[in-house]
């Protein structure tokens, strides 16, 4: 007798007219997981989705993941549904009402000091929780909501539409009842959609590893370092854990560091997730998680705070000095460190050496200069450790 499954999904398919989608997002039948990304969709991507409807033309399904028996995630079709919802409710949210007011959907800083490099539209601080949030039919909705923040949009669709016109479903329900296996599957499905029209970026997908484990988000992508920019985008927060875990695993030798990972670092990254998330330590990462991080994030975040340590950056170098010692000593190894007026001075003697080096200007990301940064910053606040002599400026 073969061994009964024990991991995997059944999945199901069929139907829906789009009066019946619309009344399940409005009863919030569906619902959005919290890694998913907010709108990104133009006005015309709203048009060109209508008119493929209206023409019969093949619309991909929406997948649904149900947890444990009773919450039904939208997994892949957020878009979509968002602007089937937006034409039949008639408004179309303002991109400048909607601005995000913190960084945490931008991009974050790219290592080569490129301001040109991101040509993806930024998603805007809008979903369709706007609408449902606001009441469960288009009445109540339009009653209630702010139409200054919205600009009208009228499609001339008449009731034969909604009721004619139907887009299909995957249900994906885990066979497994524990509730770690069903985020790993679900966190899975989502990494594994190409979302039609607008391909997620490498941080969207990413981010939907840090919900594997409940309240992982708060270690992976902390709300202090939204704060930290680099040419107006924050800092990659999981790019310093899993370099200063490695480096904590290669008995503080910088000079292996993501070896073979160049033309790979998000592989590298996710790797170091899924470290942290399965609580071992293996060949390449050191696990950094604790029971009590957030004493060393808060002692962290006081840090940041001081008039002697930037909070906006125009290079990466100038960041990677400033932010690799600082993070290691006070997260990786849980020690104190005296912030004085002698560290900007000693970070920039160091960071005007590398910029005298046109090829570390050009191409900061190389494996070589990154180490270089890394050693160089753990070096200069080592001698600022409370425990120590402070009155050794070497570095």
Request: glycine content about 4%; some cysteine.
């Amino acid at each position: 007798m073969s061994k009964s499954k024990k991991e995997g999904s059944r999945n199901f398919y069929g139907e829906y007219s789009l009066e019946q989608w619309i009344n399940f997002v409005l009863t919030k039948e569906i619902i959005l997981p919290d890694y998913q990304r907010a709108f990104v969709w133009e006005k015309e991507d709203v048009e060109d989705l209508i008119d493929s409807l209206k023409n019969g033309l093949f619309v991909p399904p929406i997948t649904i993941g149900n947890y444990g028996g009773k919450t039904n995630y939208i997994l892949d079709g957020q878009q979509r549904l968002s602007a089937i919802l937006i034409a039949y409710i008639g408004l179309f949210p303002d991109r400048d009402k909607f601005k995000f007011k913190d960084k945490e959907y931008l991009s974050t800083a790219n290592e080569n000091d490129d301001l040109d490099d991101d040509e993806d539209r930024m998603p805007i601080d809008w979903q369709f929780n706007c609408f449902t949030t606001e009441g469960q039919d288009k009445e109540s909705i339009l009653n209630k909501i702010n139409r200054s923040k919205y600009d009208p949009v009228d499609y001339e669709l008449d009731e034969n539409f909604w009721k004619d016109t139907y887009i299909g479903f995957s249900l994906i329900i885990p066979i497994s009842d524990k509730k770690p296996e069903q985020q790993k599957l679900y966190s899975s499905v989502f990494r594994n959609i190409n979302i039609k029209g607008k391909s997620l970026s490498q941080l969207e997908s990413r981010k939907s590893l840090y919900f594997l484990k409940e309240d992982f988000d708060k270690w992976f992508s902390p709300q202090f370092a939204n704060s930290i920019t680099i040419n107006n985008a924050p800092i990659d927060f999981v790019r310093y854990l899993s370099l200063l875990s490695q480096y904590k695993k290669n008995n503080e030798d910088a000079g292996r560091i993501a070896q073979n990972y160049k033309t790979k670092m998000e592989k590298y990254y996710e790797s170091y997730i899924l470290a942290e998330v399965n609580n071992e330590d293996n060949f390449l990462f050191s696990q950094l998680l604790i029971a009590d991080y957030q004493q060393k994030y808060l002692a962290l975040k006081k840090h940041l705070l001081s008039p002697f340590i930037p909070r906006i950056f125009t290079s990466i170098i100038d960041a990677d000095i400033y932010l690799f010692g600082l993070i290691y000593y006070t997260i990786v190894e849980g020690k104190t460190i005296s912030i004085t007026e002698k560290i900007p001075f000693k970070i920039k003697e160091k960071v005007d050496a590398f910029k005298r080096n046109n090829k570390h200007i050009k191409s900061p990301s190389a494996l070589k200069y990154l180490r270089s940064r890394i050693q160089t910053s753990i070096n200069i606040y080592r001698n600022y450790l409370i425990s120590q002599n402070n009155s050794s400026d070497e570095a």
